[in-house]
Every structure is written in C-alpha cells, then in structure tokens.
C-alpha cells in the first residue's frame, strides 16, 4: 500500500489512521464513516476510499448505490472502445445484430443487420437509432405500427439513460430530436419510462416484405454503457 513498515499488527488489515491517510481525509471522520455515524460523504471522497480499500468494480458500484450517489470515475463510453470479443461475437450470429451505446449509436452490427435496417446499417447514415427512427422517411416504411414503437422506443430510452440525462452527449441528443422531430418532442414530453423488454418486432422489409422477428437485449459484462440487440426470425 506504499506505507512505512510498523511493529507486529495483532490483527491482520489496515488500521484506520493508515485508511484515512490513504483517502486524503481525516481519522475522526473516516472513523464516523466505519461507525455508521450520519455524516455528509462526498462522490468524490468515497471514490478515494473504493480506490484505498481495493474494492471491487461490484463491491464499488455497492457502494455508490448506498449512499445513493455517482461515481465519478464511472467508466465513460469514450474511455474505451467496443471489447474485441463482443464485436466479434455479433459477427458470429446467424441473425440480425448490433452493438449500442449510450446515446443508442449503433457501433458494431453484422451482415444480417445491414440488410434489415436499410436506411440505418446500410451505406453512409447516420448510426443513432432514435434519429434514424425519428429523421428517416426509411424507418417509417420498415417499422410495422410506426407510432406504437416510436413512443415505446422514447419511453425505453428514457428509463435507460435516466441517470445520464444531464451529461452533455446525452442532453445534445435529446435537445437535437426535439428540434428535428415533433413525434419526438411529444413523445418525450410525454414523461413515460419503460424498461426495454423485447418481444416480437414487425418490419415490412422493401425487398422481402413483411418480416417479424424477437427480439432480445443483453448488456455485456463490466460494460453497461453497451447493448448486444440480436433478432430472431419467427
């Protein structure tokens, strides 16, 4: 731990001076903290204490949770590109499939996915689904009841983006589909939140008619700022 060697500990661990040195805080306060005392506790004083005691990534996430705060060196999605594996692994499935990230920008996607989503994973578009939903005359004519999944698409990202609808990528989003699409602006405005359950999705393909498929959605390990979207034919 970079500390200076003591006498003979009668139990092994840090004490709770050696803790609080290693925080950057006080004894007394760290102390209260062990105690369960009421104390204010920053973001970024806990932080120093998750990084202390080693904790971690789910002991860390605990915490934080607790105290009902946000980490502050919680993993930003520019910190890090889409792991190998994952990208690799869509390219494996014999189904439509892709990779979102936070603000729903598709990263990764394989042939399947390209064909189905023409107008979004296909030639130079944009890769955010929701502006392709809500901007592309394309997406209007391949998704079956274009309204009912349109607003259920809103109500999803809201409840999946809850707790970043303040960091500026996410806000640029939201404030850019407000100006760009009134269905989007009334949509959101609506308040609603649904969590992103799958379940069959209709398309009604150009070249291949009516398709419908299930859908399913998987969040990676040690990356929740990413989405694994397969669909399956019927």
Known sequence: MGLPTGQRRRTPGLRREEVAQLCGVSPTWYTWIEQGRHVSASAEALARIATALQLSRAERAYVFELAALRDPDELHPAD??????????????????????????????NTHATDLFSGWLDGAHDRNLLRFTFTSPDARRLIVDWETRARR??????????????????RLLIDALSAASPDFARFWASQ???????GPRDFMHPR????????ITLTPANRDDL??????WR
Request: glycine share 4%.
């Open 153 to 170: 698409l809103v109500a999803e990202f809201r409840a999946d983006a809850i707790r970043h609808l303040a960091d500026a990528p996410v």
């Open 80 to 109: 890090s590109a889409v792991p190998a594996g994952l990208v690799k692994m869509v390219h494996l499935i014999d189904a439509p499939a892709y990779v979102l990230d936070r603000q729903w920008t598709a990263l990764a996607w």
């Open 208 to 215: 291949r008619g009516r398709l419908v498929c299930d859908q």
């Open 192 to 198: 609603d939140v649904f969590e992103r359950e799958g």
């Open 227 to 232: 989405k694994l979207v397969v669909l399956t």
